[in-house]
């Protein structure tokens, strides 16, 4: 089971389905530990198994009582086709239950599910959290002003999305966005397929190659609880796919369709949850920064998958 799981580690980006067929063999064999339904959740979200996710993670949660994957969740029941649920998601979690990061991860997410409901302004809104301008460069940082500038420019703000894709370069040292190839087109240069190897050779790091067997997924799990796992055999009864069933893979409106309409003050506001502060518009007075909105005006563009 062990040897399933490191695979599923090695193989989750490159191969994702194979890491999923992994992990799923790894649940065959101990599907009461944590760290294998975990592994299965993840696997099967880069493999774009969005329903197979959802329960995996769900049960994850449940059994370990922590809640570290909402954004994931929220960015499968995006790519659903249910985005009001990616919203419901957002609105229901507490301040303390997310570290930063993961906040940060699940606003996007939120930001960008407005804007499938074809509301840009709102995710704008959203988006203009202090973390957005600060000084200290994270690891989500990049990917936070690329959403923002994303947003931008969903909005017909041009200018201000060409700003912020610039400082989504600067600040996405791990290459992870395409934002250097966004402000090509913004500037009407077409690149050709040389031309982008070219780039991407000169975005990655040649001393920074990842070891692909240092990827570790879930909780540390001792060798007793493996032999303990093996010998009961396990079962999937706990497997909960449940979430979503009902509605038969189609976003289930109800009342949250009205929600999406005079609620986005609500969501703006719950923008706050990732500062340690109060609400605050990032680079007031600096060139191409937002303008300070209020929470009356309507919450990135970012994609369905963009967190894999």
Not at 240 to 265: C, E, F, I, Y
Request: charged share 30%; glycine share 10%; hydrophobic share 40%.
């Amino acid at each position: 089971m062990a040897r399933h799981l490191v695979a599923t580690g090695r193989l989750i980006d490159e191969e994702p389905e194979l890491a999923l067929a992994h992990a799923l063999a790894a649940r065959r064999m101990a599907s009461r530990i944590a760290a294998v339904r975990e592994a299965v959740g993840l696997a099967a979200y880069h493999a774009g198994e969005w329903q197979t996710a959802i329960g995996e993670l769900r049960t994850y949660h449940r059994m370990t009582g922590r809640q570290t994957h909402l954004a994931v969740l929220a960015d499968c029941e995006r790519a659903l086709g249910r985005p009001e649920r990616a919203i419901d998601i957002y609105r229901g979690v507490g301040r303390d239950v997310l570290n930063r990061a993961e906040a940060i991860e699940l606003l996007m997410v939120a930001a960008g599910a407005r804007g499938d409901l074809g509301q840009p302004d709102v995710a704008v809104a959203m988006l203009q959290v202090r973390e957005l301008s600060a000084e200290t460069v994270e690891v989500w940082s990049g990917r936070l002003r690329y959403a923002y500038a994303d947003a931008l420019l969903s909005a017909g703000r041009r200018d201000e999305a060409r700003e912020w894709f610039a400082r989504a370069l600067e600040a996405d040292e791990q290459g992870t966005t395409d934002a250097a190839e966004r402000l090509l087109e913004l500037d009407g240069i077409v690149l050709t397929g040389d031309d982008l190897e070219a780039l991407a050779e000169d975005e990655a790091d040649p001393g920074d190659e990842a070891d692909p067997g240092s990827e570790s997924i879930g909780d540390g799990v001792t060798e007793d609880e493996l032999d303990l796992a093996a010998d009961d055999g396990g079962t999937d009864d706990e497997v909960d796919l449940t979430v979503a069933r009902d509605s038969g893979g189609k976003p289930d409106h109800g009342d949250d369709s009205d929600d999406s309409r005079h609620d986005h003050a609500d969501d703006v506001v719950t923008a706050s949850l990732v500062t340690d502060d109060d609400h605050a518009v990032p680079g007031q007075g600096g060139a191409g920064t937002p303008a300070p909105l209020s929470a009356d005006e309507p919450e990135p563009a970012v994609q369905p998958g963009d967190l894999r």
